[in-house]
C-alpha cells in the first residue's frame, strides 16, 4: 500500500512539474525595437518599415504575431529574418486599420509633423513584454516607440500643388467651353451662354473628388481612398444634371422657337453667329450687305422689323440680338438661382445644400486624409433636394435653362 502510495506522488509531482515546465515554455519573451540611431527612437511613417527583435523561446509564426500602434492593431503581417529573429512591419494602410491611420495622420497641419508615438508587440493575443535591460544593444531603441512622421514635406506640397493645378483646369474649362453652360440656343457663342445649375453640381462634385484623390495620392499613395458613399454623390449629381436636360429638351417653349426663327435667319451654328459678332464695321452702315448667304428675318420678327428677305448686316444682327436677348448669361449666381421670374427656392435649395456637402467633403479629407463616409441621412438630403429641384423645373418657365 505504501508503495502505491509512493508512485502516485511521484506521478503527480512529474505532472507538476510537466505542467510549470509548460507554462514556463509558453510564457512570452521580450521584444527589442530596432533603431539606425543608438540611443535615439526610430523614424518611420505609412508605408516605412519598422524592425522587431524577440528575445528567448518564443515561437515565431507570422500570422500570430501583431503590431500595435499607438493602442491599435495594424494587422499588418510581418516579414520574418529567422536567423536574427527579427520582424520587419510595412506601415501599410488597409481597409481594417484606415481609422487608425486617420486619427494618426488626420490634421497634417494641426500638430507636429513628427511626433513620438507608443508601439507593442502581441504573439497569439498576449503582449510581450518590453527589453529594457541595460546596458542597451547598439541597435536597441531606448523606450516602445517610434518617431511617427506624419507626412513628407514635399509630398504634402506637391499633393497641395497638383489639386490647385486640377482645380485650375476644371474652371478654366467651364469658363471657356460648354461643359457647365446651358445649350438651349446652340448659336449663342460660348462665354454668352447662361451657366446651368445641374451641370454646376456635376462639375462641382467631379472636381472635389479628383483634386481630393490626387491629394491623398500624392500624399500618402493610397490608391483606394475613394469610399462607397463618393461613387453615390457622383450618381446622384450626375443623375440630376442628366434629368435636367431632358426635362429641358422635353420642352416645347421658348428656346424652340428662337432656334426655328435663327434657322431662318440663316443662322445655324454659332459659327454663323461668329461671323455676325465679326462684321462689327458693316453693323454701323445701314448698307451694308448681307454676311451670311440665304439670310432673311422672319414676319413675326422680335426686332419689330417685320418680314425682310434681303437684310443688311445691320437689320440682322438687331434681329439676331432681340432673338437671343432673353437667352444671354446674366451672371454666373442669377444663372444658377433665376428662371424667367426671377429667383426660386428650389434652385437656392439644391445650390446651399451642394455648397454645404461640399464644404463638408473637403473638410472630411483634410480631418481624415481620405474621402469622407456620408450618413445615409446627408446622402438622402442631397437626393431630395436634387429630386425637389427636378420636380420645381418641370413646369418651370424659363427662358433660359439648366
Request: a neutral charge; one cysteine or more; aromatic letters at 8%.
Amino acid at each position: 500500500m505504501r508503495s502505491k502510495a509512493l508512485c502516485k506522488a511521484l506521478v503527480s509531482c512529474a505532472l507538476f512539474l510537466g505542467a510549470v515546465h509548460a507554462v514556463c515554455a509558453e510564457e512570452p519573451g521580450k521584444f527589442s525595437l530596432l533603431t539606425p540611431a543608438p540611443g535615439k527612437l526610430p523614424q518611420a511613417g505609412l508605408n516605412d518599415d519598422v524592425r522587431i527583435r524577440i528575445d528567448g523561446d518564443t515561437a515565431i509564426e507570422p500570422a500570430k504575431i501583431q503590431l500595435r500602434l499607438d493602442g491599435s492593431l495594424l494587422g499588418v503581417e510581418p516579414r520574418v529574418m529567422p536567423d536574427r529573429r527579427e520582424l520587419i512591419f510595412h506601415l501599410s494602410r488597409l481597409d481594417s486599420n484606415r481609422a487608425t491611420w486617420s486619427r494618426l495622420l488626420g490634421k497634417p497641419f494641426g500638430h507636429d509633423r513628427i511626433y513620438a508615438v507608443p508601439i507593442a508587440v502581441e504573439v497569439d493575443g498576449k503582449p510581450l513584454a518590453f527589453k529594457n535591460d541595460t546596458p542597451l544593444g547598439t541597435d536597441e531603441a531606448p523606450q516602445p516607440k517610434i518617431d511617427l512622421i506624419t507626412y513628407d514635406q514635399g509630398r504634402m506640397w506637391l499633393g497641395i500643388m497638383t489639386s490647385l493645378a486640377a482645380v485650375i483646369i476644371i474652371v478654366i474649362a467651364c469658363m471657356r467651353t460648354p461643359m457647365m453652360r446651358d445649350n438651349a440656343v446652340a448659336q449663342l457663342p460660348v462665354d454668352q451662354r447662361p451657366y446651368s445649375l445641374g451641370r454646376f453640381q456635376m462639375a462641382l462634385w467631379f472636381c472635389l473628388i479628383l483634386t481630393s484623390f490626387l491629394f491623398i495620392f500624392v500624399v500618402t499613395w493610397d490608391l483606394n481612398s475613394i469610399t462607397t458613399e463618393t461613387f453615390v454623390l457622383m450618381g446622384i449629381s450626375g443623375a440630376t444634371a442628366l434629368a435636367s436636360v431632358a426635362i429641358d429638351q422635353s420642352k416645347d417653349g421658348p428656346p424652340g422657337r428662337v432656334q426655328k426663327n435663327l434657322h431662318a435667319m440663316g443662322i445655324h451654328t454659332r459659327s454663323d453667329a461668329e461671323k455676325l459678332y465679326e462684321s462689327k464695321d458693316e453693323r454701323s452702315s445701314d448698307d451694308a450687305g448681307t454676311v451670311i448667304e440665304g439670310a432673311n428675318i422672319p414676319a413675326h420678327s422680335a426686332s419689330g422689323q417685320g418680314s425682310n428677305r434681303s437684310p443688311t448686316v445691320k437689320q440682322l444682327w438687331d434681329e439676331y440680338e432681340a432673338q437671343v436677348r432673353d437667352f444671354k448669361a446674366t451672371g454666373f449666381l442669377k444663372d444658377l438661382v433665376e428662371d424667367a421670374n426671377g429667383p426660386t427656392i428650389h434652385r437656392w435649395q439644391i445650390l446651399i445644400w451642394t455648397v454645404i456637402l461640399g464644404a463638408i467633403y473637403l473638410a472630411g479629407v483634410y480631418t481624415n486624409l481620405e474621402t469622407p463616409t456620408f450618413g445615409a441621412n446627408l446622402l438622402a438630403l442631397m437626393g431630395i433636394s436634387g429630386g425637389v429641384y427636378l420636380g420645381f423645373k418641370i413646369p418651370e418657365k424659363q427662358t433660359t435653362s439648366g
